[in-house]
């Protein structure tokens, strides 16, 4: 199986990334090919709405580092989605990352009515985790169903849904072992689902 990873956290070496990286360790270990994407480092605009990607297919509004990535997610079999609450809900470049995927969305004439997604049909399969600072997990607001909601429509089977809570200082999660263990575990899952 091939898996992406993608960190919606600004910071390059954050609990996010660590996370991610035990989980496509995991995953790597059980056989997966894994590749990592750090979102911030791809320049990705916010969607503005013009629904040109209805006619066109892919986004012609802007060519930037999405542009990078429609490819590789078409050709992938699993994601992984992860990213820090930032005021209950995910970060700014994981937002806009989700946004960005509207390309992959048929729409029936006249709106509004059915629509079907073109990711849909080929047992795509998805993890996604939130972190969050504050202990009580529910602090994650609605990090983990922004994701989890977005993709699921998109025809991605929810694999899990994690939150890692308690992680306020940087690099926290790094020195947790039983964040690490889990993290890992987590991937290893992720990668021998397709066989269950």
């Known amino acids: ?65 999405m542009h990078l990535l429609y490819e ?3 050709r992938v ?16 470049w994981m937002k806009a990352f989700i946004d ?6 048929d729409f029936s004439n006249p709106r509004p009515g059915p629509y079907s997604s073109r990711l849909a049909h080929a047992q795509r399969r ?3 985790f939130g972190v969050c600072e504050q202990h009580d997990p529910k602090e994650v607001g609605y990090t ?11 025809g991605y089977i929810i694999h899990d849904s994690l939150v890692f809570s308690g992680h306020f200082q940087a690099n926290s999660a790094a020195k947790n072992r039983e964040t690490l263990q889990m993290a890992f575990l987590s991937g290893e899952s992720f990668a021998k689902s397709w066989s269950e």
């Open 77 to 92: 079999d699993g994601i992984i989605l992860g990213s820090p609450t930032y005021n209950y809900n995910v970060t700014p």
């Open 126 to 128: 998805a993890l996604v």
């Open 72 to 74: 590789k997610i078409e």
């Open 144 to 154: 983990v169903v922004s994701m989890k909601d977005a993709i699921q429509v998109l």
């Open 1 to 65: 199986m091939y898996i992406l990873g993608f960190n919606g956290s600004p910071r390059k070496m954050g609990n996010s990334t660590a996370i991610m990286k035990e989980m496509l360790r995991g995953a790597a270990e059980s056989g997966s090919t894994t590749e990592y994407i750090h979102l911030p480092s791809y320049h990705i605009e916010g969607c503005i709405g013009c629904e040109r990607c209805r006619m066109d297919k892919t986004c012609t509004q802007f060519f930037d580092g």
């Open 100 to 105: 960005r995927l509207y390309p992959f969305f």
